[in-house]
């Protein structure tokens, strides 16, 4: 008795003017009891770390699901039934595979935008998913396919994180991101790639590929995503034979990063590039002359718009030793930190 009064009390007391009493306290009860609903937040459920093998009946107002870090293998239509308002589902670190996540249960749910299904059991990309999604994370499975037209439609899928996968260079085709107008950050960081990705989208702003074995960057590879502004290819197996001239010599580049390479040199690059990363390689000099993307001479002679932008440069692990050269510093006026 004592209970429910200080649950009436309760929610007297955050009762929103935005809906009757009655709607309230009807939410309040329709709460899991293997979860919390805290009336300060009144759209989410909270059933994370709960030791949860099925997924309880979700409330029909609810906005942000949190399921993380249970043993649920099954996302069932059942669960979701009369769940049309949801717009974040996070179900990070589960046992979920492909065959646990009936057929329908994503595309049902029209309004979500936020998809998390990390560290768990997948071995695909999951079909008939939600067009209006911006964001869908499935870093940490096992996946090693992307079924064609899995994408068509998600005009508004802006980020795409598959980093620690097992993906091949057979499972991104020219087709894979077709269905895509507004993607701009992909990351496949960590699966089995040899090859630059095919068919990246136009709108691609940052492309993380670390820790793969990619040897070779083809001549113009970046000219169907003329956005790119942060390129990461650390861990990978690039030589200075493999690395067209110009290849990076592109006014969008803003952030390069290759360490952890087998260059022997320093790759142009375009003067407005600002952070670069050639850490853990083989270079053995760095003459600024040379690197410099203006004669060094002449640099003095342009306004603040036209001077190399590059503040920050990492060339520890190499074989370079200090002192750093002093035409590097004549060249890159704006050059904050050099780390050797």
């Not at 293998?73 to 990070?92: A, G, M, P, R, Y």
Request: aromatic share 8%; hydrophobic share 35%.
């Amino acid at each position: 008795m004592f209970a429910s009064i200080a649950v009436l009390l309760l929610a007297a007391s955050v009762w929103s003017q935005d809906m009757s009493y009655a709607e309230y306290l009807e939410q309040i009860q329709a709460c899991p009891e293997e979860c919390r609903c805290p009336p300060s937040f009144p759209n989410a459920v909270y059933c994370d770390s709960k030791g949860l093998k099925q997924i309880p009946s979700i409330p029909p107002y609810t906005w942000y699901l949190y399921l993380q870090n249970n043993l649920i293998d099954v996302v069932s239509e059942k669960s979701f039934k009369n769940v049309t308002q949801l717009k974040w589902i996070n179900l990070n670190k589960n046992k979920i595979t492909n065959n646990g996540i009936e057929k329908n249960v994503f595309q049902e749910m029209t309004s979500l935008l936020y998809l998390y299904i990390e560290d768990n059991l997948l071995d695909e990309v999951p079909s008939l998913l939600p067009k209006r999604l911006e964001q869908l994370r499935l870093s940490r499975n096992r996946i090693s396919k992307i079924p064609p037209g899995v994408f068509d439609g998600m005009e508004n899928l802006a980020m795409l994180d598959l980093q620690n996968n097992k993906l091949e260079d057979s499972a991104i085709t020219e087709n894979t991101f077709k269905g895509t107008k507004n993607l701009v950050q992909i990351n496949l960081s960590k699966n089995n790639l040899k090859k630059m990705p095919a068919g990246l989208p136009s709108t691609t702003l940052q492309l993380f590929l670390d820790s793969n074995s990619i040897e070779k960057i083809p001549d113009n590879y970046f000219k169907e995503t003329p956005k790119v502004s942060f390129l990461r290819l650390n861990y990978n197996k690039l030589a200075d034979g493999s690395l067209p001239k110009n290849i990076f010599n592109i006014s969008t580049i803003l952030d390069l990063q290759l360490s952890h390479n087998q260059l022997t040199q320093v790759p142009q690059f375009h003067r407005s590039l600002e952070h670069l990363h050639l850490d853990h390689n083989k270079i053995k000099s760095v003459n600024g002359s040379d690197i410099c993307p203006l004669p060094v001479g002449i640099v003095d002679d342009y306004h603040d718009e036209k001077t190399p932008r590059l503040r920050y440069l990492r060339l520890d692990g190499n074989e370079i030793k200090p002192p750093i050269p002093m035409d590097l510093m004549m060249c890159f006026r704006l050059l904050r930190a050099v780390v050797i």
